[in-house]
């Protein structure tokens, strides 16, 4: 599939724009396997880059303009370096401009300085199906950036450099994970990202080796509460950590639970209650799978999603049913994925059983008379490279 892509973008270059491209830079969606609303507390995740990536052909111009395509839309964006403005953009054309931006922005490029270029897009990430297509597309074209501009940036700084253009170029208000996720994967490794300080290291997942693999549940269930929803629960951990007095939710322990549950309101304690053990969760999951591997991270997994269903309260009832009937036909944990109301749900599945959590899963949808849910495997793979 991803060899088939990049002659596409590659023939699709020559098309649009009339010259060969300089190359090809690509990087991937990603899932998470645990630690869901615990970046933007300053707390941990642990992403992993998934096996469908976006392919960005760049080229270089000799003026100072940058032009962008991409087959999910027959426009051609076109603009001049020094006209890239936050309200001069809108649609999908944003995420990669926004990079270009963001780059000048961020005091990595000048960008009256450097050259134009023209850019086109290519990808088999699902958009919108939480696999954060949107940090894919920043992946590729800021790693392709660095390389054709020479900035010398690394991964971190090109991370920072998709969220400036996702937060401020964009407007969508989302942590770092993603981007980290997406330009920090390899193979048969999620990203452990401390959110607090941006740092980040690969754990080994030995999926293979285990004869596991995780399989991605999508509902099909728009996340239609999904923006005011998201507001409404970072609200409400900010409010949580004011009542506390500490900084962030980061600061609160497990055993500081017990004097929250006295000062705030129920549903609030129950947000906090939320991210402190999910934190925990994440920090629990990561000493599991260096001590005794994948098939004892199961449980982590089942206790996340509890804890996402009941005390965060951002699942919704197909995203409830993908897990229990993944967890009874078979699968080692499972637990829904991404921001919420709707979406996928991820479950760690022995290959073997694979066919039959599919055929449960379906059947059971069915009967629940939901509409057919979209299942299939990832590999946690390779972050961002040049092709
Ligand atoms: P996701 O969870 O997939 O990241 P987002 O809403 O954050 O969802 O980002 C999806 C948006 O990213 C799309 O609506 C579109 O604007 C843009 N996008 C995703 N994939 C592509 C692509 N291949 N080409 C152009 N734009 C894309
Ligand atoms: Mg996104």
Not at 241 to 255: I, K, P
């Amino acid at each position: 599939m991803s060899e088939d892509l990049r002659d596409l973008v590659r023939r699709e270059f020559e098309a649009a724009y009339g010259t060969e491209a300089a190359g090809i830079w690509s990087s991937p969606g990603r899932a998470n396997l645990i630690g869901e609303h615990t970046d933007y507390n300053e707390g941990f995740v642990l992403p992993f880059g998934i096996d469908r990536r976006t392919f960005a052909a760049v080229g270089l111009r000799d003026d100072a303009r940058i032009r962008v395509g991409s087959t999910f839309s027959d426009e051609i964006a076109e603009i001049a370096l020094a006209e890239l403005h936050p309200d001069a953009v809108s649609g999908w054309s944003a995420y990669p401009l926004g990079v270009v931006w963001a780059l000048g922005r961020l005091g990595h490029a000048d960008l009256q300085a450097v050259p134009g270029v023209d850019i086109m897009l290519e990808s088999d990430v699902p958009v919108g199906a939480g696999l954060s297509s949107s940090a894919a597309i920043e992946g590729a074209v800021a790693f392709a950036l660095d390389e054709l501009w020479r900035l010398g940036l690394d991964r971190v700084e090109l991370a920072r450099v998709g969220r400036t253009a996702e937060n401020d170029f964009v407007g969508a208000p989302t942590g770092i994970m993603d981007q980290m996720a997406s330009l920090l994967g390899r193979d048969d490794a999620a990203v452990f990202i401390d959110c607090r300080t941006e740092e980040a290291r690969a754990i080994d997942l030995r999926l293979a080796e285990n004869d596991l693999t995780i399989l991605v549940i999508d509902t099909q269930v728009e996340h239609q509460h999904a923006s005011g929803g998201y507001r409404e629960r970072r609200a409400s951990c900010e409010a949580g950590a004011a009542a506390l007095g500490v900084a962030s939710l980061r600061d609160v322990t497990l055993a500081d639970l017990e004097r929250a549950r006295e000062v705030l309101d129920d549903v609030t304690f129950r947000r906090v209650r939320h991210v402190v053990t999910e934190n925990q969760r994440v920090l629990d999951t990561v000493a599991a799978l260096a001590e005794d591997g994948p098939r004892a991270i199961g449980e982590l997994l089942d206790a996340s999603h509890r804890s996402m269903r009941d005390d965060f309260e951002i699942s919704v009832p197909e995203l409830d049913l993908a897990v229990e009937t993944a967890q009874s036909s078979g699968a080692i944990g499972a637990r829904m994925t991404g921001g919420g109301f709707g979406g996928s749900a991820i479950a760690l599945v022995p290959r073997g059983l694979v066919s039959h959590v599919q055929v449960a899963v379906d059947g059971a949808f069915a009967e629940h008379g939901y509409a057919q849910p979209v299942t299939f495997m990832v590999t946690p793979s390779e972050g961002a490279r040049r092709e």
